[in-house]
């Protein structure tokens, strides 16, 4: 009767551990025989209880181990597959790195052309400034020669006009004149000074010969005749103002007679 209990535990347990239990317990049997008792076999099916259960255990953990070896080959899989696509995004980073220091080596050379074209057309550029610099000082020193004409023949030509046209008498004769101004360092030049007589008065002829004249000129030049009116002590109204040109346009002309300006043109001498 126990034999067939203790068969029925083994029943109960793994088929791996079966045989080599039934052969324990055969091998006891054998050994002891009868003297066996009840309380043995039933000891003996605890064992066995408890084996079993242990083997279960054992089997659980190694279930719960399997599917924690099966997460962390998931994890490993989806980490090795988040290395493949970093290293993809890690080899596009490269590439685009590679591509962006072409361009700035294109950039560079670009630059660098540049500055180069740029210092091209600086020096260019400070040559054309050169040449007309040079021109400029070729056309004033032409106008200049010009003027110096215009105020040599104003000089024989004016006292004869002014008579014609004012009645005015020259005292002396006309010149071209220095004053110093109120300041005591620089000087005033007027191109055509002298003094005259108008109705038994004396008047001060002040006159500018210019190859052109433009408003600008104008309004510089009136500020001298105020000038030299109080410096020579002689109020502007006795102040003959004339201006030699060479030419001028309408609307400059009208200006200059507005302000009390005559106007004789080198034609004229």
């Known amino acids: 009767m126990l034999e067939v209990e203790l068969l029925e535990a083994f029943e109960e347990l793994p088929s791996e551990l079966r045989g080599p239990l039934l052969k324990v317990a055969r091998a006891i049997q054998k050994v002891v025989g009868e003297s066996v008792k009840r309380e043995d076999f039933i000891e003996l099916k605890g ?39 970093l290293t993809v995004g890690v080899d596009q980073l490269a590439e685009a790195q590679r591509k962006t220091e072409e361009r700035l080596g294109q950039l560079t050379v670009r630059v660098d052309q540049l500055a180069e074209a740029q210092r091209k057309t600086e020096k260019v550029l400070t040559k054309l400034v050169e040449d007309h610099s040079e021109t400029r000082k070729r056309l004033e020193s032409m106008s200049d020669a010009v003027g110096y004409e215009l105020e040599n023949k104003s000089y024989r030509a004016l006292p004869i006009l002014l008579k014609r046209d004012l009645d005015l008498q020259i005292e002396d004769r006309l010149l071209r004149k ?88 080198s034609y004229e001498f």
């Open 47 to 85: 064992v066995v209880d408890q084996l079993a259960e242990a083997q279960r255990k054992t089997e659980e953990r190694l279930r719960q181990l399997t599917v924690g070896v099966d997460q962390l080959a998931e994890a490993q899989r989806k980490t090795e597959e988040r290395l493949g696509q």
């Open 178 to 265: 220095f004053i110093l101004g109120p300041d005591g360092r620089r000087y005033i030049q007027i191109n055509i000074y002298g003094w005259g007589k108008r109705d038994g008065e004396r008047v001060l002829i002040l006159g500018e010969a210019k190859t052109s004249l433009s408003k600008r000129e104008v309004n510089k030049f009136l500020k001298h005749v105020k000038l030299v009116s109080s410096l020579e002590g002689i109020h502007e109204d006795r102040i003959i103002i004339v201006a030699v040109v060479h030419t001028i346009t309408p609307e400059v002309e009208k200006y200059a007679q507005e302000m009390g300006i005559k106007i004789y043109w």
